[in-house]
């Protein structure tokens, strides 16, 4: 198969499984297996199509002109390729998790709830391997709509009113700044294709530059940059499958996948160092850390919690691409990855503890590790590597962002990162701390075999992912290189 | 040729028979538009002398592209609205009136037809009145009691508007003593200094202001919309404001030419202005409306701003991104009117507490209804989207990037109220179980709705006909072609 084969296939299959789905609606053994095909199946083609990819080819498959030399276009491209195999991996782990967790947890509308799944994989995909900014734009939209039926799944006012504010929020700012921004664009340069090292440079003066940098950053409401977070912790009312998978992994990731997409490929890193607004944004973006740090440490709600650290840790993503040297696009292009393992990890847990022992608040969960052993363990791993220290994945992708900041001098954001990292320590460390020493203040009767194993078996396998991102970052390094101008020759 | 069909819808008398007739002749009036579109896009101008009386005493009819092309729209959404209008009208009128229906329609669609294509300006006058005249009938003939004030309401104001615009043509008569228009483009620029031709100037824009229902001239708009019976509403929403527009651009940039509009008269930044204000004015008061036909006709009122405001950038990109959003904007109003016709045929009611939970029991009504709402929204691959495009690529050619900024804010507003009604219709159940059950409209009525959907989704990703087209239109008529 070549990788133009390979794109169609990855392309077209999450939303041929979609209609499958849908089609097989009475059927629900068989909507389930269609749903673990479809996911197999993209994850399988991105493989192939990303062996080729890495070696150098770039396959473009056009699909629409909707204007004139206006294209919706696919070309992947390393970076892409890495969200792409990063959302499709996971996403066959969370399927195999909603087997267990829908099955006993929620029972209706799960026809909708695995198509909307689908459909908003297929917009993930469509992002990650989009040609130009029209079309990564398009699937960013696309997403947005796609996920709003599974954040309102529960069907209850509260849910209600949390998809008003996520769709508001996420539409408003993406089409207030970021369509001002990319027609801006289009304007300047009459281009929007995906040029490495950029296209932008002499376009215009850079005070014009620095405005539009700051449109972009902001209008990509995904990646969740103060003041436009509010939307993930309301998103969090949706079933854990997918806070874990959209609102830890695909859709917030597709946020920063975006900005550093636009860092390389639109501005460049050359241009970027030269404008004024950086420096700003990198406050911006510290303060976020900081800031979301904070409010997480008083979240009771561990789900919330959770929601709060991964605005944080969007943050580091955004500053490392920001601050435009070598090792902060690794490390930003690494923490994405790294990041998604540790989150997802904690969130399948979380949505296991409310399931067997309906336990939605810290508080609460005193003396749990004694009960459940095996998720409370692997949860202690996720943390470990979300804070960024062994064996947890996380430690590299820090190590790189840090080293980025050293880099550019920035010794202000320097401390900000390791105090955003000890912050991380606090407010995740005494939920498993707790959870192993302390007693419990009433007897707890739950074990982690009353957790359907469908779920432990992906607890442990997103789990396993943080570890082996640990011992084998090698390979995770050697394709974030690849981003580098020169980098296909020097990794 | 529609003009004739009025009568013999009257004299057959028979609902069935009247709608063939009707139905017919709009379809033959749809396939002569698009032959003079392609003739026009090949030739440029074509001319016709009525009655074979020559041009400068005789009534001559000219096409170029830019007619060419509003007819086009207008005899599209005309044959799909009577397609849908064989079902959907027995409901809201009483029988015995369908056949009147049907000829008011025709007379309608010919007057509207008439101003499109014709070359002089009293001709235009005379043609907009049989419209206007007619689609006062239209609306008064809805079951809604309030239907009736509604046109009595539409009839004062237009008439104003008509009233205007013919004194403003007198003027214009009187300086130069002709009555064609391309006469009086070439005679007028002798004369603009005068404060007679300024007077007229300002007669016809607010005459025909009216007409197009700009901000603060559109208090007519709201009740018509509403209270119509849904076809109605469709057709005239789509057709009458656009053809008023259409009149406006020919009156500014043919007849007096943009040099003359927007530099001496500084109609720029007055458009600009009320362009904004109705964008605005328009969207805040859709949010705040119960009954959604009342919303969708505010809705109508903020989109003619994005019209003005297009033009008030008078550079072939604005009026172009007019021009097209005149072409967008008739395919999706009348796909959302259309759905909602189809909802109060179910329903006998539009007001959005009634519509509760109505996505499962008319699903295909209501994902038709969130497809053209996110194209009004500008969603990417809709009609909307291309709209918003060339409207923003406009305002930031010409460095207003405030005014840019502002077109995306108001988008914001129409997400707001379009997704007040998804919200209400797919989120929540009904208070009460409704008696009988609610079911999906029949085919006939969601066949007309869902082609326009797909026109929706088809010129939102294939533009070379809609956007190709109103940029050589906007291209003819700054360039004072004509």
């Not at chain 2, 050619?397 to 914001?412: D, H, I, K, R, T």
Request: aromatic share 10%; hydrophobic share 55%; net charge positive.
């Amino acid at each position: 198969m070549n990788a133009l084969t390979a794109l169609q296939l990855a392309f077209w299959s999450p939303l041929t499984g979609a209609l499958l789905i849908v089609a097989a609606r009475r059927h629900a053994a068989v909507r389930d297996a269609i749903s673990l095909a479809t996911a197999v199946t993209l994850f399988g083609s991105l493989l192939l199509l990303a062996t080729a990819v890495f070696a150098g080819a770039r396959p473009t498959l056009m699909l629409l002109e909707p204007l004139t030399g206006l294209t919706l276009q696919l070309t992947p491209e390393p970076l892409g390729m890495l969200f792409a195999l990063l959302s499709s991996s996971l996403w066959i782990i969370t399927t195999l998790y909603s087997f267990g967790y829908m099955g006993a947890h929620l029972t209706h509308g799960l026809t909708r709830f695995y198509a909307c799944f689908a459909l908003s994989l297929w917009a993930a995909t469509g992002m990650a391997l989009s040609g130009n900014l029209l079309t990564l734009f398009v699937f960013y939209e696309l997403l947005t709509l796609a996920t709003w039926p599974l954040v309102t799944h529960a069907g209850t006012p509260e849910a209600h009113r949390s998809g008003r504010l996520y769709l508001g929020m996420l539409l408003g700012t993406s089409i207030s700044l970021l369509l001002l921004a990319i027609i801006w664009t289009w304007q300047l340069a009459g281009t929007l294709d995906f040029v490495e090292g950029g296209f932008l440079q002499g376009s215009a003066s850079p005070v014009m530059l620095g405005m539009l940098l700051v449109l972009y950053v902001f209008g990509i409401g995904k990646a969740a940059l103060m003041p436009f977070h509010r939307w993930l912790p309301a998103a969090m009312v949706a079933p854990t499958p997918v806070s874990a998978l959209l609102h830890a992994v695909a859709v917030v990731k597709g946020g920063v996948f975006f900005i550093l997409k636009v860092a390389l490929y639109v501005f460049g890193i050359d241009t970027l160092t030269q404008l004024w607004s950086r420096q700003w944004l990198l406050y911006a973006a510290g303060l976020s850390i900081l800031l979301a740090s904070l409010v997480a440490l008083r979240q009771d709600n561990l789900k919330l919690r959770l929601a709060y650290s991964t605005i944080s840790q969007l943050g580091y993503i955004v500053a490392g691409t920001l601050l435009a040297t070598s090792a902060g696009i690794v490390g930003s292009a690494m923490h994405m990855v790294t990041h998604a393992f540790g989150k997802i990890t904690l969130f399948f847990c979380a949505g296991v503890i409310l399931l067997a022992a309906n336990k939605a608040d810290i508080s609460q969960m005193r003396g749990l590790g004694r009960s459940m052993p095996f998720t409370m363990a692997a949860f202690l791993v996720a943390t470990l590597s979300v804070i960024g220290v062994p064996p947890g994945g996380g430690t590299w992708s820090k190590w790189f962002l840090v080293a980025g900041t050293l880099q550019a001098d920035q010794l202000l954001l320097l401390a900000v990162l390791l105090a955003g990292s000890l912050l991380t320590a606090l407010y995740l460390l005494p939920i498993p701390m707790r959870g192993f020493f302390s007693r419990p203040d009433v007897p707890l009767n739950i074990a982690d075999h009353k957790v359907p194993p469908a779920c432990l078996l992906a607890i442990g396998l997103a789990c396993l992912g943080s570890v082996v991102l640990f011992f084998q970052a090698d390979a995770l390094y050697r394709i974030a290189r690849l981003l580098l101008p020169g980098g296909a020759h020097a990794g | 040729m529609p003009l004739l069909a009025a009568p013999l819808c009257l004299l057959v008398y028979e609902r069935r028979l009247a709608w063939g007739i009707s139905l017919g002749l709009s379809l033959a009036a749809l396939a002569i538009a698009a032959l003079l579109l392609q003739r026009t896009l090949a030739e440029g101008v074509i001319s016709y002398e009525l009655g074979g009386w020559s041009a400068h005493w005789g009534i001559e009819y000219r096409v170029d592209v830019v007619n060419a092309f509003v007819m086009l729209v207008v005899t599209t959404i005309a044959s799909v609205v009577l397609l849908y209008a064989r079902q959907s009208v027995p409901g809201e009128l009483y029988l015995g009136r369908i056949p009147l229906f049907y000829a008011m329609y025709m007379l309608c669609l010919g007057g509207l037809l008439g101003v499109t294509i014709t070359g002089d300006v009293f001709n235009l006058f005379v043609f907009m009145e049989i419209s206007a005249l007619s689609s006062y009938t239209l609306i008064a003939l809805s079951q809604e009691r309030r239907a009736l004030t509604a046109a009595y309401q539409y009839l004062i104001m237009g008439t104003i508007g008509a009233t205007f615009l013919l004194i403003g043509i007198g003027l214009m008569y009187i300086m130069t003593g002709t009555l064609n228009m391309r006469d009086l483009a070439a005679a007028l620029p002798a004369v603009t200094g005068t404060r007679t031709i300024q007077t007229a100037f300002a007669f016809i824009v607010v005459g025909v202001s009216i007409k197009v229902a700009l901000v603060p001239l559109h208090l007519w708009l709201p009740n018509a919309y509403a209270y119509a019976p849904s076809a109605v509403t469709a057709f005239i929403a789509s057709t009458a404001t656009k053809v008023a527009f259409y009149v406006l651009l020919r009156f500014l940039f043919t007849l007096f030419g943009a040099g003359f509009a927007f530099g001496n008269m500084l109609l720029g930044g007055i458009f600009l202005a009320l362009g904004l204000l109705a964008v605005f004015t328009g969207s805040t008061a859709a949010i705040f409306q119960e009954n959604v036909k009342r919303m969708l006709a505010y809705s109508s009122v903020a989109q003619i701003g994005f019209m003005i405001l297009g033009v008030s950038f008078a550079t072939t990109t604005g009026v172009g991104a007019a021009l097209l959003h005149l072409f967008n904007h008739a395919i999706m109003k009348a796909a959302l009117f259309l759905a909602l016709g189809c909802v109060y045929y179910r329903l006998g009611t539009v007001n959005i507490t009634d519509m509760r939970g109505l996505g499962r029991d008319m699903p295909w009504t209501m994902t038709a209804f969130v497809i053209g709402g996110l194209s009004l929204v500008g969603m990417p691959l809709t009609v909307g989207f291309i709209s918003k495009w060339y409207l923003v690529l406009g305002a930031l050619e010409q460095g207003w990037w405030p005014v840019a900024a502002a077109v995306l804010l108001a988008s914001l507003l129409t997400l707001v109220y379009i997704w007040r009604v998804v919200d209400v219709v797919w989120l929540k159940v009904p208070a009460t179980q409704r008696q009988p059950r609610v079911t999906e409209a029949p085919p006939g009525m969601l066949l007309p709705l869902w082609v326009l959907i797909f026109a929706n989704l088809y010129f939102g990703t294939h533009t070379t006909l809609s956007a190709g087209v109103a940029m050589q239109a906007a291209d003819w008529l700054l360039g004072g072609g004509g």
